[in-house]
Structure formats: C-alpha cells, structure tokens
C-alpha cells in the first residue's frame, strides 16, 4: 500500500468510528428531555474515550475513560 492508501483507508475508518458514535449517542440519549446538551456531551466523550456504554443511562463501569471524566466540580462530564 502507498502511504496516500493508507492515509485513505485510516480517514475512511475514523470516519465509520465517528458515524457509528453519533448513532450510540442518540441511543444514549434518547431517553432524556435534554437531548441538545446530552448529545453534545456524549459527542464530546465518545471522541476522547472512544466508547459509549450499553444502554440509555449507568452501566458506565464499561467504559472506564467515559466514568472518570470529570467536571470541574468532580461531577460526571458524560451522560
């Protein structure tokens, strides 16, 4: 492969990553009557954790980065 390939290859894959994570996102929050901000949250974590747990709302012992990712305050930063 030729490094334009792969470069290629690596964009097309981060890009199936991103489309995959909007879609855990809704799933996520699709419960909630804040919608707006729990989605921009859950963006935001998947794109640092590259996970989003199981379900619509805890089971957060599954992706550990998503569980200790804090707010100033030391409350949970993602949904």
């Not at 009557?33 to 974590?45: A, R």
């Not at 794109?47 to 989003?52: D, F």
Request: one cysteine or more; proline letters at 9%; hydrophobic letters at 20%.
């Amino acid at each position: 492969m030729t490094p334009t390939t792969t470069r290629a290859t690596t964009m097309a894959r981060e890009i199936s990553s991103l489309l995959s994570a909007v879609g855990e996102c809704r799933r996520r929050c699709s419960k909630t009557h804040h919608k707006k901000p729990c989605l921009f949250f859950c963006n935001k974590c998947c794109a640092k954790c590259l996970c989003v747990p199981p379900g619509t709302y805890g089971n957060k012992d599954t992706c550990p980065c998503y569980n200790n990712w804090k707010t100033k305050r030391g409350g949970p930063k993602c949904p």
